[in-house]
């Protein structure tokens, strides 16, 4: 089991950078691929970033590509989202999630553990 815990989240206006945190507990994190999603209400909840086992390989979504940076440190079982020039399309509330494995996906269904998530509100 893994317990994976957001925080960071906050209200920013468009323009602005925040820097969410998800801190893991249980399973070796040094063993473990995790990922951001997000999800707004009545939609689905969609990919944004993840990073394999050890940081070597890190995937985006269309939409944030260049904008946010996705990153871990293993001695502190935490993984980050940076997220710069945020717009009020960012707006969501951010999920951590984590893989039984150590290979970084995108979908959704491929991740066995969730975070409570952690509201982000980007105001024009």
């Known amino acids: 089991q893994v317990q994976l815990v957001e925080s960071g989240g906050g209200l920013v206006q468009a323009g602005d950078s925040l820097r969410l945190s998800c801190t893991a507990s249980g399973r070796a994190f040094s063993n473990t691929a995790m990922g951001w999603f997000r999800q707004t209400p009545g939609k689905e909840r969609e990919f944004v970033a993840a990073?394999?086992?050890?940081?070597?390989?890190?995937y985006y979504s269309d939409s944030v590509e260049g904008r946010f940076t996705i990153s871990r440190d293993n001695a502190k079982n935490t993984m980050y989202l940076q997220m710069n020039s945020l717009k009020p399309e960012d707006t969501a509330v951010y999920y951590c999630a984590a893989r039984n494995t150590i290979m970084a996906h995108t979908i959704t269904s491929k991740y066995d553990y969730w975070g409570q998530g952690t509201q982000v509100t980007v105001s024009s």
């Open positions: 990073i394999n086992w050890n940081g070597g390989r890190t």
